[in-house]
């Protein structure tokens, strides 16, 4: 089974930054894309930044700029570098994974979702 296990996030000050990680494990064939959402109560979960095999990361508009996505593909990791963070980045953040379990099924993964603050 596989699971996307997340690290990072908490509280910093406007302006500040922050790292988050992901690390999908159990049952993985190759790793499509792997990315992050972000999710205010109410609110939609919306892409924040995502990197595949085929191509360049693909950003929101609203972090372009400030926000860098990474990954370690020999360790099946994902990272958000998070520069010049403003109240507004103040979200729950989900990793998500497309994920071949098998040569032909292709599966969706998230994480259990972690806390950004920004907050002066």
């Known amino acids: 089974q596989v699971q996307l296990e997340e690290s990072g996030g908490g509280l910093a000050q406007p302006g500040g930054s922050l790292i988050l990680s992901c690390a999908a494990s159990?049952?993985?064939?190759?790793?499509?894309?792997m990315g992050w959402y972000r999710q205010s109560p109410g609110a939609q979960r919306e892409l924040v930044a995502m990197?595949?095999?085929?191509?360049?990361?693909d950003y929101a508009d609203s972090v372009k700029g400030r926000f860098t996505i990474s990954s370690d593909n020999a360790k099946n990791t994902v990272y958000l570098q998070m520069s010049s963070l403003k109240p507004e980045d103040t979200d729950v953040y989900y990793c998500?994974?497309?994920?071949?379990?098998?040569?032909?099924?292709?599966?969706?993964?998230w994480g259990q979702g972690t806390q950004v603050t920004v907050s002066s």
């Open positions: 998500h994974g497309k994920i071949y379990v098998s040569s032909t099924r292709l599966n969706e993964y």
């Open positions: 990197i595949d095999s085929g191509g360049g990361p």
């Open positions: 159990g049952g993985i064939f190759s790793i499509v894309a």
